[in-house]
């Protein structure tokens, strides 16, 4: 079992910065990738960034160029760096964790942090 907990939403004007914190405990060592999920009111929740065990990345092309998704192996925690908000940021993000062993693969969610950007 693999838990999340995410931190570092609020209200931030449009063109300010904020960094999410996605915390994991339980049984790591199977994780294939992490990465962040947001879902706006009335919409479907949808990929944000990614990062893979080898350290590559994807991201949304909405998000390009102002957020950054990185990983202290350390302190076990995912972080998601994002500049230059606007309003159409705002959403309810989620960590996420997959697992690829043991079959089958698990998807594991945090409770999810919400974002406001105002204009």
């Known amino acids: 079992q693999v838990q999340l907990v995410e931190s570092g939403g609020g209200l931030v004007q449009t063109g300010g910065s904020l960094r999410l914190s996605c915390a994991t405990s339980?049984?790591?060592?199977?994780?294939?990738?992490m990465g962040w999920y947001r879902q706006a009111p009335g919409k479907q929740r949808g990929l944000v960034a990614v990062?893979?065990?080898?350290?590559?990345?994807n991201y949304a092309d909405s998000v390009k160029g102002r957020f950054t998704i990185s990983k202290d192996n350390a302190n076990n925690t995912v972080y998601l760096q994002m500049n230059n908000l606007k309003p159409e940021d705002t959403a309810v993000y989620y960590c996420n964790a997959v697992e690829l062993y043991p079959p089958p693969i698990k998807n594991y969610w945090g409770q999810g942090t919400q974002v406001t950007v105002s204009s």
């Open positions: 990062i893979f065990n080898g350290g590559s990345t």
């Open positions: 339980g049984s790591r060592f199977s994780i294939d990738r």
